[in-house]
């Protein structure tokens, strides 16, 4: 499964990380994730009205369990994007330029990514919702991840 970009997205939509690997086009790559970002709250919607959740201004925080795997969120032209959402509203966008992708590993590799920014996070001199280019060992760690396919 070649991962042609990962992107992780603050509550408010920020950018924490955004990162295009291989032979794509960064510019487009961050097109891609600001439209994968309307998928995730359709998703969530959809989610939420299955389950008969009552939107979050009237419920009480933590009233719900979801799946924080959102799935195919949409095709675009040789590539595929998959969602993911975490408790904290944390989004993490994965774009594959794969025909053929198994879930079980795009699973994989989106509970890999949440432990990386886990961990990253739980530094205390990290600041909350800031940049994660910033964090070296992040940075690698992702890219290791990516490249040698270790999910």
Same mark, same amino acid.
């Given at each position: 499964? &070649?991962?042609?970009?990962? *992107?992780? /997205? ?5 950018? /924490? %990380? ?5 032979? #794509?086009? @960064?510019?487009?790559? #961050?097109? $891609?994730?600001? +439209?994968?970002?309307?998928? $995730? ?5 959809? @989610?939420?009205? @299955? ?17 924080? %795997? /959102?799935?195919? !969120? %949409? &095709? $675009?032209?040789?590539?595929? *994007? ?6 904290? =509203? ?21 509970? =890999? ?6 961990? +990253? ?6 600041? &909350?919702?800031?940049? !994660?280019? *910033?964090?070296?060992?992040? =940075? =690698? @760690? ?5 490249? *040698?396919?270790?999910?």
């Amino acid at each position: 499964m &070649p991962v042609a970009g990962v *992107a992780l /997205l603050g509550k408010e939509n920020n950018p /924490l %990380y955004i990162r295009a690997f291989g032979p #794509h086009d @960064q510019l487009r790559f #961050h097109f $891609i994730v600001h +439209t994968a970002l309307d998928f $995730i709250e359709e998703k969530v919607a959809a @989610q939420r009205s @299955q389950a008969g959740i009552v939107p979050p201004q009237q419920a009480a925080a933590g009233a719900s369990k979801q799946d924080c %795997y /959102l799935g195919l !969120l %949409y &095709p $675009i032209e040789d590539l595929r *994007a998959y969602g993911y959402l975490t408790n904290c =509203r944390i989004k993490l966008v994965l774009v594959v330029d794969d025909e053929e992708v198994r879930e079980g590993e795009v699973k994989s590799l989106f509970r =890999r990514l949440h432990a990386l920014y886990v961990d +990253t996070v739980s530094n205390p001199f990290h600041a &909350p919702d800031s940049d !994660l280019d *910033a964090c070296a060992s992040f =940075r =690698r @760690q992702v890219e290791r991840l990516v490249e *040698a396919g270790l999910y």
